[in-house]
């Protein structure tokens, strides 16, 4: 573009049709193959995609070991709570007890 607005100079004029041209049939062939990659994918497939995932089939853990990893910490972590002498814990930290009832 010329430094005169957003006016096009003759020979920028002369070269938009064939910008044109070329950018459409880019777009066609992008779209093409992004309509051919989507049709050929099932649900099948799709399904099969996931299963992986869970089962860490698509490397690293599986989705289903690391939940069960996470359950395992949090039961310790309540296990370890119940256990805990209730002289480790001060009365006027006991909230909603009788020691310290609902204000």
């Known amino acids: 573009m010329t430094q005169e607005g957003n006016r096009l100079s003759d020979e920028e004029r002369k070269g938009l049709p064939a910008r044109v041209d070329i950018s459409n049939a880019y777009a066609f062939i992008k779209g093409s193959e992004a309509q051919d990659s989507l049709a050929a994918l099932t649900f099948d497939e799709m399904m099969q995609r996931q299963v992986d995932r869970l089962e860490g089939k698509d490397g690293g853990r599986s989705a289903i070991e690391r939940i069960t990893e996470i359950e395992n910490r949090l039961n310790a972590v ?26």
């Open 78 to 103: 309540v296990e370890q709570a119940k256990e805990q002498e209730e002289s480790d814990v001060d009365a006027e930290d006991n909230v909603n007890t009788e020691a310290n009832p609902s204000q």
